[in-house]
């Protein structure tokens, strides 16, 4: 939505399409490999994320040896077969499932490819998977590559404060933890409050543009720090 230039949208948390585009940078700038394959399961709801990790990574000079999909997990061993020919420094994988992501990494050291690198992306902040996907993949794991989606609940310095009231309100359809969304959402409110308080008025021009202008605000996920021209504040979120 915050691409389709909307002047009234504001963004508190990060665009889906950051982490295999974040994840393809580094991939390309620190690790400075130049060749990938991409392997995507069919139907898998975070697939669009293959054409944002296409364009950075090809963007910045890297070269795609071949985008092959599969109907499941019983076509990856032919796959990568396939993709070994074609000696990639990497193979970028997206799934939310930590135990299909760790059956492709096995399969990948099982067929001799124990230098090319895994790159994944599973949509999720959530630690578990990665101690789920290490269980699944084994000894494949050391040379894998892992973006995690959105800010760690640990990182948040205003999280475990926020999280306690809100059990404590004991909220009964909406789950034991706030979550990330529930920290990005009272940040939110708290921005509006703001700048509705900063323009002194019920204008919505007016209250519209103390919103664009906000700097600083101290929430719970972090310090926001301002909205880009896109009205994307996670952009700016400072790391502490």
């Not at 050291?109 to 994944?120: E, F, K, N, R, Y």
């Not at 007016?206 to 301002?226: D, H, K, S």
Request: glycine content about 8%.
């Amino acid at each position: 939505m915050t691409e389709r230039g909307y002047t009234n949208t504001f963004r508190v948390i990060s665009n889906d399409e950051y982490p295999p585009s974040l994840l393809a940078e580094a991939l390309r700038r620190w690790y400075r490999l130049d060749r990938a394959a991409i392997v995507q399961l069919k139907n898998f709801w975070g697939n669009w994320g293959t054409e944002s990790f296409y364009e950075t990574f090809t963007s910045t000079g890297g070269f795609v040896t071949s985008l092959r999909e599969v109907a499941s997990t019983a076509e990856f061993t032919a796959t990568l077969a396939v993709i070994k020919d074609e000696y990639p420094d990497l193979i970028y994988y997206a799934d939310d499932n930590s135990n299909q992501a760790g059956l492709l990494s096995k399969v990948v050291q099982d067929l001799g490819m124990g230098d090319v690198v895994i790159a994944l992306a599973p949509f999720t902040p959530d630690k578990d998977w990665l101690a789920s996907y290490v269980g699944a993949a084994g000894a494949a794991v050391q040379h894998d590559l892992v973006a995690m989606a959105y800010r760690y609940r640990d990182d948040m310095p205003g999280y475990d404060y926020f999280n306690s009231l809100y059990q404590a309100a004991n909220f009964p359809n909406f789950g034991e933890q706030a979550g990330e969304y529930g920290a990005c959402s009272f940040d939110a409110i708290g921005i509006i409050a703001t700048a509705i308080e900063r323009a002194s008025s019920a204008d919505p021009a007016e209250i519209r543009y103390a919103l664009a202008t906000t700097t600083n605000y101290p929430g719970v996920v972090g310090l926001y720090q301002g909205f880009d021209d896109h009205l994307r504040n996670s952009l700016f979120i400072k790391l502490e």
